[in-house]
């Protein structure tokens, strides 16, 4: 690999916004965080920067199962009604 054209990567705390989880783990973000970005201190007594995110697989609704079915067959039968008859009434 080419010497000093890839971003620093590290360990950085994400903390979702919704559930207040954290998780620990290594991004390319820690280059592009100020010096002064806030930092949370981890289990092991390390600080480490922390980055709000607003959705995580705790609480994204497709993981949690709070996401909603949409109706498919309701529409299709709409669409049946509506231009079935406008077909018939033009032939």
Do not use: C
């Amino acid at each position: 690999m080419k010497q000093d054209i890839h971003p620093a990567y590290g360990p950085v705390v994400f903390r979702d916004r919704s559930e207040g989880t954290l998780l620990l783990t290594r991004s390319t973000l820690v280059s592009r965080l100020a010096a002064d970005h806030p930092v949370v201190t981890w289990e092991d007594g390390a600080s480490y920067p922390v980055v709000d995110v607003d959705i995580t697989s705790t609480s994204h609704p497709f993981w949690t199962g709070r996401g909603r079915v949409v109706d498919s067959e309701g529409r299709v039968e709409k669409f049946n009604r509506r231009y079935s008859a406008s077909q018939e009434a033009g032939r």
